[in-house]
């Protein structure tokens, strides 16, 4: 995998974006206040265009088997560089999937504007200090590091999850 990121480097010879500050866009991490919500992002690759470094592209690295299925992580990544730098305009994400050797159609980000992703940190800050967590069921949990304790997906510990009763009364009468 790792010769395969090497080679599309290579081919694509786009340069790593250079921040205003001089950070490079290598594992970029970056706290960022986006609408008035402090917001902590590790972003894997950020490139630059062929516009003098002004429109940088987002680039996530993913290595794992399941598709990836959505573009919240890199419209993330993007607010909070232009909430870091107001001068730079984020051109789109893509990601770099090294097990297909290939990068995903560049995305436009433009929807996940700073009020939406500041509304998401505000109900996920509010969910966790009411200790709700729910279950999202994706492609992902067969990798999940708590699925063991999942009701939704029978993991081996999940008589310890409060919703595991509700599915259990189900299966009773099956």
């Known amino acids: 995998m790792v010769q395969r990121y090497i ?16 950070t ?3 594992e970029m991490e970056l706290t960022a206040n986006i609408a008035g919500e402090r917001i902590k992002v590790i972003i894997d690759r950020v490139f ?11 680039v996530d690295l993913k290595t794992g088997a399941a598709p990836q299925w959505g573009a919240l992580q890199l419209g993330i990544g993007a607010r909070a560089i232009e909430a870091t730098w107001p001068e730079v305009r984020v051109a789109g994400g893509a ?3 090294a097990r297909k ?8 980000l433009e929807k996940y504007t700073p009020e939406l992703i500041a509304h998401y940190a505000k109900q996920l800050r509010l969910a ?9 069921v994706s492609p992902i949990c067969k990798s999940c590091k708590v699925g063991k304790f999942c009701a939704i997906n029978g993991g081996s510990e999940a008589h310890h999850d409060p919703d ?5 009364r189900r299966n009773v009468g099956q």
């Open 164 to 168: 595991y009763r509700l599915i259990e």
């Open 24 to 26: 490079a866009g290598i």
């Open 7 to 22: 080679d599309w480097r290579k081919e694509t010879a786009w340069p790593i974006w250079i921040s205003p500050d001089g």
């Open 128 to 136: 966790k200090s009411l200790g709700i967590f729910l279950p999202n």
């Open 95 to 97: 990601y770099f999937d």
């Open 48 to 58: 630059a265009t062929a516009d003098h470094n002004s429109r940088p592209i987002i």
């Open 101 to 108: 050797n290939g990068l995903s159609d560049i995305i436009s």
